[in-house]
């Protein structure tokens, strides 16, 4: 027990410290100022994602319209 604890436990506290933040409503807050902060240096940048991740998201938006398309046929 005590060699998990060194090894281990040691990896899974700061997850489960993260993971906490979710159950109370200052860790909510904190959360999405963090997301907020994130959001607008994006928006400062030139170029928010790479070339490969712009050509997934652009494809899969592409898929989920032409399925939605599709159910309004049904």
Same mark, same amino acid.
Request: no cysteine.
């Given at each position: 027990i005590i060699a998990f604890e060194f090894t281990i436990? #040691? *990896?899974i506290d700061p997850i489960v410290e993260n993971l906490n933040k979710f159950t109370d409503?200052?860790? *909510? +807050?904190e /959360? %999405?100022? +963090? /997301? *907020? +902060?994130e959001m607008r240096k994006g928006l400062e940048k030139e170029h928010m994602l790479k070339e490969e991740d712009r050509v997934l %998201?652009?494809?899969f938006i592409n #898929? /989920? %319209?032409t399925e939605i398309n599709g159910a309004k046929e049904n």
């Amino acid at each position: 027990i005590i060699a998990f604890e060194f090894t281990i436990g #040691k *990896r899974i506290d700061p997850i489960v410290e993260n993971l906490n933040k979710f159950t109370d409503e200052q860790g *909510r +807050k904190e /959360l %999405i100022n +963090k /997301l *907020r +902060k994130e959001m607008r240096k994006g928006l400062e940048k030139e170029h928010m994602l790479k070339e490969e991740d712009r050509v997934l %998201i652009y494809s899969f938006i592409n #898929k /989920l %319209i032409t399925e939605i398309n599709g159910a309004k046929e049904n």
